[in-house]
């Protein structure tokens, strides 16, 4: 048994963030930003969207595109690190708008690597025999917790969500051939969103000291994520005994551009096999892969049959791969 990936979907919200609008909120400049970043333009939802308004009409584009009904499926993964509410989970919400309700749902928090733990996770229940189909989605709506006064970050992250849409197969030497994920925990505090949990409570405080706001070592974060997304994706490679030469196109996390530029130069890879989007989008975290994975395949950059290496690199630390014949 084999998961396929039989659909894809994406949204983002329509309210775009400049470069030059940056300009004028914090010190920082557009050359800068490109340079340092690859970014130019970051979309923003409105301050009365949650992740699983974004997270719907991606999981319907996926669910369509697969030839899916609401009622078909069976098991509904939400990787999200800014999740509507504490609980009930954000995959719960996407279960009752979406009318799916058969299907399991539950989210899972990864950081930016919450997309590949979440797809980890949906094709293993999938091969168990335990599901026939899963929708995995990945939907972040950072603007929620970026310090907009905190020029470091606030260039970086945007909203948005991705899905794919998850079949049993058998007979196939199609879908998802392996996963791998790690963390590091001892590292936390490289990345982290402090306030909000039980550690530090919601409090007058905490929130006049904006701890509830995602904090970065930014430099210390650069070298553990190029280190450990060229270890993830040689461990896929080598799993499956396979080489460089035989990928169609490598599908980073969009986090920076710099640090594609350097995974691709240590695995000895030209950078023209590796997808962009950061540009249009900046990072958002776990909606981060699916949305690349959607339009990879609908800008026929890659086609059925094509061998398709994902990985990833988030807050936890936590970090991993897949390796996709689509």
Request: include cysteine; proline fraction near 2%; hydrophobic fraction near 45%.
């Amino acid at each position: 048994m084999i998961s396929v990936i039989d659909g894809t979907g994406k949204f983002l919200p329509e309210k775009i963030l400049t470069n030059r609008d940056l300009e004028k909120m914090v010190s920082t400049s557009d050359e800068w930003i490109v340079e340092r970043t690859g970014i130019r333009n970051r979309r923003i939802a409105d301050g009365n969207v949650s992740a699983s308004d974004l997270a719907l009409p991606a999981a319907k584009q996926a669910l369509e595109s697969a030839g899916l009904k609401p009622e078909d499926v069976e098991l509904i993964i939400v990787g999200t690190s800014t999740p509507d509410m504490l609980f009930p989970s954000t995959a719960c919400f996407v279960q009752a708008k979406l009318g799916a309700s058969r299907a399991v749902a539950f989210d899972l928090l990864a950081a930016c690597s919450g997309f590949i733990f979440a797809l980890a996770a949906a094709d293993n229940y999938i091969k168990s025999g335990a599901y026939k189909n899963a929708l995995v989605i990945g939907a972040e709506v950072y603007s929620s917790i970026v310090d907009w006064q905190d020029r470091t970050t606030c260039v970086l992250f945007g909203d948005g969500a991705g899905a794919v849409a998850l079949k049993a197969q058998e007979g196939t030497s199609d879908g998802i051939l392996s996963t791998h994920i790690f963390s590091d925990g001892s590292k936390a505090d490289y990345l982290y969103a402090p306030g909000g949990g039980s550690s530090q409570r919601f409090s007058t405080k905490m929130i006049n000291e904006k701890q509830y706001c995602l904090k970065m070592q930014g430099r210390k974060t650069f070298t553990v994520a190029v280190k450990k997304m060229v270890q993830a994706a040689r461990i896929a490679l080598s799993h499956n005994s396979v080489s460089t030469s035989d990928l169609k196109l490598v599908i980073p996390h969009q986090a920076n551009r710099r640090i594609i530029e350097a995974v691709a130069r240590q695995l000895g890879m030209n950078i023209e096999n590796f997808f962009f989007n950061i540009e249009k989008y900046g990072n958002t975290a776990a909606a981060s892969l699916p949305i690349a994975l959607d339009e990879a395949i609908r800008e026929g950059r890659v086609v059925k049959g094509d061998l398709v290496l994902t990985v990833t690199f988030g807050g936890g630390f936590t970090w991993g791969s897949a390796l996709i014949r689509l």
